[in-house]
């Protein structure tokens, strides 16, 4: 048995492997979760200049 826990997520002949470690999330979701967080964080942005602005602070 090996010492690391997590082995089984990086050998490639095992179905794990397709997987983020750890987790039921594909890796082929990545890139689209990726793109996700950037336009939740752009919104974000957005939203807090629009708060700043009905408050008027600078």
């Given at each position: 048995m090996s010492d690391d826990a997590?082995?089984?997520?990086?050998?490639?002949?095992n179905m794990f492997s397709r997987y983020v470690e750890g987790t039921i999330v594909p890796k082929?979701?990545?890139?689209?979760?990726?793109?996700?967080?950037?336009?939740?964080?752009?919104l974000d942005v957005q939203l807090?200049?629009?708060i700043a602005h009905l408050l008027s602070a600078d």
């Amino acid at each position: 048995m090996s010492d690391d826990a997590w082995a089984i997520w990086h050998d490639p002949s095992n179905m794990f492997s397709r997987y983020v470690e750890g987790t039921i999330v594909p890796k082929t979701f990545l890139p689209a979760i990726g793109y996700v967080i950037v336009a939740f964080s752009q919104l974000d942005v957005q939203l807090d200049l629009t708060i700043a602005h009905l408050l008027s602070a600078d």
